[in-house]
């Protein structure tokens, strides 16, 4: 539950613009193996569109609508179904195990890709543990810096800290490029956007798998 719980918070600051248009990100996700100091990692590839985020990589492709997020396992054939309910509830398990989000600027600045960055260190306190996010914002990427989800409005509306943090990002004025997320003083991801820009959909990335079985709960 600890990893949903982070995914969760991940997954809101990674990728969140106004739905005005359609975007596309690509990004480099790192997971270090504490354990053979080795590191996994994963190309992810996300559509923001009006309506719906569609998130894809090598192992899964995941829908996210204003009623349901439907999570597809490439590996297996599986999918997992939530209705809008059932991730509200989800919202409201993960505000409760954080307390309230700070974010300060640090004075540095870093150029990340094509982008001019301004280095942030956010520091929130989740299942207990001290947790620390740096985070590289760009205010010249062109694009718009409005960190909440139109399609999570109806799951975070009973998750004050979720709104908040995403708040206090958003006021930063920028777009977060890279993120690195550590828990008591330890590496836990590392993303960094490889390239973000305002795109005209192709309608076959609305396509859904299809043959696959539901996972058993």
Same mark, same amino acid.
């Given at each position: 539950m600890f990893n949903r719980t982070l995914q969760l918070l991940m997954f809101a600051l990674s990728a969140a613009l106004l739905f005005s248009k359609d975007y596309y990100f690509k990004q480099l996700i790192i997971s270090p193996n504490h354990t053979t100091n080795l590191n996994d990692t994963l190309v992810q590839e996300t559509y923001v569109l009006e309506d719906i985020i569609i998130v894809k990589d090598e192992v899964s492709v995941q829908f996210t609508n204003d009623s349901s997020y439907t999570f597809y396992n490439l590996v297996d054939s599986t999918y997992l179904e939530k209705n809008a309910e059932e991730l509200a509830g989800v919202a409201m398990y993960a505000d409760s195990q954080f307390e309230e989000f700070n974010i300060f600027p640090q004075g540095k600045e870093e150029k990340i890709g094509k982008w001019n960055t301004e280095k942030y260190l956010g520091k929130v306190?989740?299942?207990?543990?001290?947790?620390?996010?740096?985070?590289?914002?760009? *205010? /010249?990427?062109?694009? %718009?810096? /409005?960190?909440?989800?139109? @399609? @999570?409005? *109806?799951?975070?509306?009973?998750? %004050?800290?979720? @709104?908040?943090?995403?708040?206090?990002?958003?006021?930063?004025?920028? +777009? +977060?490029? #890279?993120? +690195?997320?550590?828990? @008591?003083?330890?590496?836990?991801?590392?993303?960094?956007?490889?390239?973000?820009?305002?795109? #005209?959909?192709?309608?076959?990335?609305?396509?859904? %798998? #299809?043959?696959?079985?539901?996972?058993?709960?």
């Open positions: 306190k989740l299942m207990g543990m001290e947790m620390e996010l740096e985070l590289y914002i760009s *205010k /010249d990427t062109g694009l %718009p810096n /409005d960190l909440l989800f139109k @399609q @999570q409005e *109806k799951m975070n509306k009973n998750a %004050p800290n979720i @709104q908040k943090m995403l708040e206090k990002i958003k006021n930063t004025g920028g +777009v +977060v490029i #890279k993120e +690195v997320a550590r828990i @008591q003083g330890m590496i836990t991801s590392i993303k960094e956007t490889l390239e973000a820009k305002e795109i #005209k959909i192709n309608k076959k990335i609305l396509e859904r %798998p #299809k043959g696959f079985t539901e996972m058993k709960k």
